[in-house]
């Protein structure tokens, strides 16, 4: 069993829509990590968050320590949205990473 | 911003060479790290390292080596290229800030075997 699960695994959505991915993990963490990767290019880091809740444009990234489970909410979705989006825990100099959520934004 | 610059987009080499991938950091970061990602497994450790000279064991090192002889550079090597190790490689470089790690990834190096 990986450390942090996410889902879904893949996810189609139509321009415009609100976009959710789930992550939970199981281990101990000080800082859940999103992260964006484009097809062929490296990663970008989106949020890291311990508590509460981020806000950058049209991404929102929240967590819930007691349910040890983040969102990654994606507000009126655009082809350029496509990507994989991965959750990262760290603890220490641990990181744990998901398998990531392969998202098409369809025009 | 920081920047990890790896050297290569793409490589291709043949089974048995000895390959090295570089990736220099501009910001001073203490730790660096190696990771490989293949469809279905996400990003898995290979090799990171907290300082010049000091290396640690990720989750799949076999078949690699790490050298760090700058603070700025983090060279991973395949000493015999093998067909399995086919993959996408990142490099990542982090620093410690409070409790959490300013974390950051370069572009990734696309390395076939043949």
């Known amino acids: 069993k990986n450390e942090v699960e996410q889902s879904p695994q893949n996810l189609t959505a139509q321009e415009g829509e609100f976009i959710t991915i789930n992550c939970s993990y199981s281990?101990?963490?000080?800082?859940l990590h999103w992260l964006q990767q484009h097809p062929g290019g490296g990663i970008v880091s989106l949020f890291m968050?311990?508590?509460g809740k981020k806000k950058h444009g049209r991404l929102i990234a929240t967590i819930n320590i007691q349910e040890k489970h983040s969102s990654l909410h994606i507000t009126a979705s655009h082809p350029r949205d496509s990507a994989v989006y991965i959750c990262?825990?760290?603890?220490?100099?641990?990181?744990?990473f998901g398998t990531g959520t392969s998202l098409t934004v369809i025009p | 911003d920081v920047k990890v610059t790896q050297s290569s987009r793409y490589l291709v080499k043949r089974t048995g060479e000895k390959v090295f991938l570089e990736c220099v950091q501009d910001m001073d970061h203490e730790n660096m790290f190696w990771y490989r990602q293949d469809p279905g497994l996400g990003l898995r450790l290979i090799y990171f390292s907290y300082d010049v000279k000091m290396k640690e064991k990720g989750d799949i090192p076999e078949g690699y080596s790490v050298s760090r002889e700058k603070k700025e550079r983090f060279s991973l090597i395949l000493e015999s290229a093998s067909t399995n190790q086919t993959s996408m490689y990142l490099c990542a470089s982090s620093l410690l800030t409070g409790n959490h790690y300013g974390y950051t990834f370069g572009s990734g190096t696309r390395l076939t075997v043949v």
């Open positions: 968050l311990s508590s």
């Open positions: 281990v101990g963490i000080s800082a």
């Open positions: 990262a825990g760290s603890g220490g100099n641990q990181f744990y």
